[in-house]
């Protein structure tokens, strides 16, 4: 493994550490990597070492590469310098990919605390957005963000642009209050992106990867909370996708829950979306036949397609075809003819 630290701004004292694993060889298939972007917190006074390297370290044995950004603090730290600082960090990185063997569409930003604001405002607000993102006991209210810095609120960022997140903290946090988390599924959930959540009955603040050398004794903190590095390690796995040998899977669990908001249907669309589409009605003409022999009208008044557009309508059509069992071997040909059908 290569180890290199770059200085981004001298005067600021901004360093990116990049961790780069090698490809080929014993590696097999892995000709590029997947990478995480890694975010320490601090209150934007410090970068925390605690939630540097020990944390880099785990997503580097599960074959990822890793980036350690110590941004802009104290009097350096007016917004948005940090931004600015993530943004500069992933044009280097974009620049050595090839050099690296990088995968740069499948970079997940990690952040702790203030890391976490700076990488909740690079998933929602950058020049370049990370294709996942990880917030841990993360600010991202605007009451929480103006106690330590200047920057925006993340939860009102959020945008249908927004990437999947992995969130995951403590109810007793007492830094950072767990409505702050609570309120960004809130926004995610809004605009249908996907995101998974963690929250533990109990903890401290910055408890990093709860490893016990990096939580103070005595500390009640829940045994559970580790389990926080290991989902977010198979959760990436969902959404950027996995090894195997021709390189990295196609995700099983995409950005959004429907393709309501993709620029082409498919099967992952609502059933409100595929039945509001007369193109779409006519290319599934033989499988819609065969909805209506299997799925009969809930009610005497009810019609089929009033049950496609109201009852059932923000059910996705695959998931309603496989749960009936109705030409679950013809998915991939129904998909290609839904991909030539514009989605509005």
């Not at 603090?73 to 620049?95: F, G, R, T």
């Not at 405002?121 to 990880?134: F, G, L, V, W, Y």
């Not at 819609?288 to 809930?298: A, L, N, Q, S, Y």
Request: glycine share 6%; with cysteine; charged share 25%.
């Amino acid at each position: 493994m290569k180890i290199e630290t770059i200085t981004l701004n001298k005067e600021r004292n901004v360093t990116l550490t990049a961790m780069i694993q090698d490809v080929g060889g014993e590696f097999r298939g892995v000709t590029k990597r997947p990478a995480v972007f890694v975010i320490p917190g601090g209150g934007y006074m410090f970068c925390s070492d605690r939630e540097a390297d020990p944390v880099a370290l785990p997503y580097l044995k599960a074959g990822y590469d890793a980036f350690i950004l110590r941004y802009s603090v104290k009097e350096d730290s007016a917004w948005p310098n940090p931004l600015n600082d993530y943004d500069q960090a992933m044009d280097y990185i974009k620049e050595k990919a090839d050099e690296w063997n990088v995968m740069t569409d499948k970079i997940a930003v990690i952040g702790f605390s203030a890391g976490g604001h700076l990488a909740g405002a690079a998933a929602t607000m950058s020049k370049n957005r990370p294709a996942a993102a990880i917030l841990g006991y993360a600010v991202l209210r605007e009451d929480t963000a103006h106690e330590i810095t200047d920057g925006p609120s993340i939860v009102d960022a959020v945008d249908e642009k927004t990437c999947p997140c992995f969130l995951f903290a403590t109810r007793t946090d007492n830094v950072v209050p767990i409505q702050n988390t609570i309120d960004m599924m809130s926004a995610l959930n809004k605009y249908n992106t996907s995101f998974e959540c963690h929250v533990y009955d109990y903890g401290p603040h910055g408890f990093s990867t709860c490893d016990s050398s990096l939580v103070f004794k005595n500390v009640l903190i829940t045994e559970r909370a580790k389990n926080w590095v290991d989902d977010s390690i198979g959760w990436l796995r969902d959404v950027l996708g996995d090894f195997d040998e021709t390189g990295i899977t196609k995700p099983v669990c995409k950005a959004h829950v429907t393709d309501d908001g993709e620029q082409w249907l498919s099967l992952d669309c609502t059933l409100q979306r595929i039945f509001g589409n007369p193109e779409a009605v006519k290319v599934l003409s033989d499988t819609i036949d065969r909805m209506r022999k299997e799925i009969p009208p809930f009610a005497p008044d009810l019609t089929f397609e009033d049950m496609m557009m109201g009852v059932l309508g923000k059910m996705k059509m695959r998931d309603l075809l496989a749960e009936r069992n109705i030409d679950v071997d013809k998915f991939d040909e129904m998909d290609e003819k839904l991909s030539k059908i514009p989605n509005i």
